[in-house]
């Protein structure tokens, strides 16, 4: 019973050495008497027992490995605090195997040296505004350098850039002058053009004023230009008629009479208006005294019928 239990426990040793499945996500190195043999995908495969082992377990699936923090010098000697993470995946499981010890640790040593140089290219400001492309030039970095080792970097991503507590302080200080700055520039903008609408409407308005003035004028000079004519054209009949009327018989000894009646009634205002006698006022009286007599009101008859 006890030699049956010992050739048990061999056979089954045995069947365990020699028969193994491989798991979907990984990708198995066997060697045979010390040497490599085989790559073995996922699934079932056979192992001769003593001369066969697994000597590397691989994961082929995409990996993601943090990126420790470390201190930076960026371009105007400023010292910041990096980290980040890179994604990588075993392309050949051999070169993963042999052509390197550990292709993770070296992975993660190379993406901090890379991140160092990348840093120190650059401005302070420039690390923040252009990260994409410190990731792009640590990806292709990487990428070159892991390539014998059958790794492929897919991509790198900075998580964190961080200042000294004095450096910070003083972006805060340098952030809020410039805000002031263009809280300023804003205001004296605003003011210049409130000050350009306020002299362009000044202008416009004197502009109207003087154009209304202009148009106030040209209208009172054709008024005065209308009047003129009209009076002119009234005088001129006036004058055609008197002198139609001169030219019938009796018209001039009727005009003549008309003239001295005229004369006769302004004397006789001007002497009761005036306050200082000049002549004798009896002549005022000379147009009743010439109305008495008939002289006046024979010679308008006359002159009317003829006219």
């Not at 994604?87 to 190379?110: C, F, P, T, W």
């Not at 004095?166 to 805060?172: F, N, P, R, S």
């Not at 308005?205 to 009172?220: A, M, P, T, V």
Request: charged share 30%; glycine share 6%; aromatic share 6%.
């Amino acid at each position: 019973m006890f030699y049956a239990t010992i050739i048990l426990l061999v056979v089954l040793v045995i069947v365990f050495k020699t028969f193994i499945i491989v798991p979907g996500n990984q990708s198995l190195v066997k060697e045979r008497l010390g040497k490599f043999n085989k790559i073995l995908n996922p699934g079932f495969h056979f192992l001769v027992p003593i001369f066969d082992r697994i000597a590397y377990r691989h994961d082929i699936r995409e990996q993601v490995l943090d990126i420790p923090g470390q201190t930076c010098i960026t371009k105007d000697n400023i010292q910041v605090e990096v980290d980040g993470v890179v994604y990588l995946k075993v392309m050949d499981v051999e070169k993963a195997s042999y052509g390197i010890e550990n292709y993770q640790r070296a992975s993660v040593n190379l993406a901090q040296t890379t991140m160092r140089s990348e840093i120190g290219k650059m401005d302070l400001d420039q690390t923040f505004s252009e990260r994409e492309k410190i990731n792009e030039n640590i990806v292709r970095e990487i990428d070159l350098a892991s390539d014998p080792w059958g790794i492929k970097v897919l991509r790198y991503e900075i998580k964190n850039i961080s200042p000294s507590t004095h450096m910070l302080e003083t972006m805060e200080k340098q952030m809020e002058a410039e805000r002031q700055k263009r809280a300023e520039i804003t205001l004296a903008n605003g003011e210049k053009e409130a000050t350009i609408n306020l002299s362009t409407a000044e202008r416009q308005e004197k502009i109207n004023l003087s154009e209304g003035e202009r148009q106030s004028q040209i209208n009172i000079a054709e008024g005065k230009a209308r009047e003129i004519s009209s009076m002119a054209e009234a005088t001129a009949y006036s004058v055609k008629r008197i002198s139609d009327a001169l030219s019938k018989p009796g018209g001039e000894e009727a005009m003549k009479i008309k003239l001295v009646e005229q004369f006769v009634e302004e004397f006789g205002n001007i002497l009761n208006q005036s306050k200082v006698t000049v002549v004798p006022s009896q002549l005022a009286n000379l147009k009743g005294v010439l109305e008495g007599v008939g002289l006046f009101r024979e010679v308008n008859e006359k002159g009317e019928d003829e006219v």
